[in-house]
């Protein structure tokens, strides 16, 4: 067996089964789950139509590389979201379409680390989303934890990493806007991240699949892409964006996203791609066509969003009152009691399921900046969340 998966840490949501274990939650109360992302409003309907339509298209192998019109429909879309000058972006060599982000953000590190320098490192954010490390695992790095602390605005903190570490640094996952924080990556940030990974010599593999749920309509979060074009950086060199219909289109089961960047990185993605064999199906690319080519369902999924943390924030305000997040869905709060205890209690006394922080973070010397946190995401219907805030301030008027 390959050795390095047993550096594998459990899933966080193994973590949470083992520690829900045994408890019994009042049978009077519906369960509420406010501890996985999965997104729960309702799928665009002209794309599964899109997708039934296509189904005669399974007779075929799909290709890799993607349709021509799914990469000129996502290339639009970047251009636009992004105010990316026109022809900047090629759909023929700057873009790949992508099982999910998670297989492609996996998928890279396999493509991108050099592991016969023996001695590669891979930044990430900590707390972060789990596959970085697994996929930085198994490519024979070290993964590098960077805290991302509220006194940095839960941003990692670029200024801790010395030299030496730059040096063996091959590739860095950002995440923006974070999970699970909300934290929104400024364009300075970005630029700086770009600079440093033209100095060292890294890949910058940017995790953007929440750019699209924020509050304010006249303030989306930048993307890597966008800032590069912004500095002049018209071959994307060192940058990787990684997007999704997952949470954009509420569509995860579709599995369908893109990465798009540096043409260089690109091609040889295509080639491990082909030999990996993770071809989206010909149905999904012609579904995701339509999907990246609408916005008005985008339009709504946030409207939906903003009124869910608007009734939620306010029944919170006075009890555990969760910071509001810059972007994205989940709330990041700090428990009143020990994370891990704090769930177990919500979960047997109120029949609720949170996420504790420290399951989604690494201890590397400093302690776990995740401890004493919780991640709950608010993808319920608006009245099961509303009901979830009532249950954790009745919770919290027993400790
Ligand atoms: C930060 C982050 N990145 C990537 C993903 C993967 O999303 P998908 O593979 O559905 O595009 C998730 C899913 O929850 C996530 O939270």
């Not at 297989?103 to 890279?108: G, K, M, S, T, V």
């Not at 941003?155 to 801790?160: F, K, N, Q």
């Not at 033209?198 to 953007?208: K, L, M």
């Not at 009890?319 to 919500?346: C, H, N, V």
Request: glycine share 6%; proline share 7%.
């Amino acid at each position: 067996m390959n050795k390095d998966l047993s550096q594998l840490q459990q899933y966080p949501f193994e973590k949470l089964s083992t520690l829900k274990a045994g408890l019994q939650p009042p049978a009077q109360l519906d369960h509420i789950a406010l501890s996985m992302g999965e997104p729960q409003h309702p799928m665009p309907h002209f794309v599964i139509e899109n997708l039934i339509a296509h189904m005669h298209q399974l007779s075929n192998y799909p290709s890799t590389r993607g349709t021509l019109e799914l990469r000129i429909a996502i290339t639009d879309w970047l251009q636009s979201r992004f105010k990316i000058q026109p022809g900047m972006l090629d759909p023929e060599v700057n873009l790949l379409p992508v099982s999910g982000t998670r297989e492609a953000l996996f998928a890279i590190a396999q493509c991108v680390i050099d592991r016969s320098t023996g001695d590669a490192m891979v930044m990430m954010p900590n707390p972060f989303y789990q596959i970085y490390e697994g996929a930085a695992l198994l490519a024979a790095a070290q993964p590098v934890y960077l805290d991302c602390l509220p006194e940095n605005d839960f941003l990692p903190d670029l200024d801790s990493v010395d030299e030496s570490q730059w040096a063996r640094c091959q590739m860095i996952y950002i995440c923006s806007p974070g999970n699970p924080t909300g934290a929104v990556m400024p364009a300075e940030y970005l630029r700086k991240l770009i600079d440093l990974a033209h100095r060292h010599e890294f890949v910058i593999a940017s995790d953007e699949c929440y750019s699209e749920i924020y509050f304010d309509e006249s303030e989306p979060p930048p993307g890597l892409l966008g800032v590069a074009a912004e500095m002049g950086n018209d071959r994307f060199s060192h940058c990787l964006a990684f997007h999704s219909l997952s949470k954009r289109s509420n569509l995860p089961g579709l599995r369908s996203g893109f990465v798009a960047g540096d043409a260089k990185i690109l091609e040889k993605f295509l080639l491990y791609r082909t030999y990996h064999g993770c071809a989206l199906p010909s149905a999904t690319q012609t579904a995701s066509t339509a999907a990246w080519g609408e916005e008005s369902h985008v339009v709504e999924n946030r409207r939906l969003y903003r009124e869910k943390f608007e009734q939620v924030l306010a029944l919170l305000s006075d009890t555990l009152a969760p910071q509001k997040p810059q972007a994205g869905f989940y709330l990041w709060a700090k428990s009143p009691i020990a994370d891990t205890e704090f769930t177990q209690r919500l979960y047997a006394e109120q029949n609720l399921t949170v996420l504790p922080g420290r399951y989604l973070a690494r201890d590397h010397g400093s302690g776990n900046p995740g401890e004493n946190r919780v991640r709950m995401a608010l993808v319920a219907p608006l009245d099961e969340c509303v009901d979830a805030a009532h249950r954790i301030n009745s919770l919290l008027a027993t400790l």
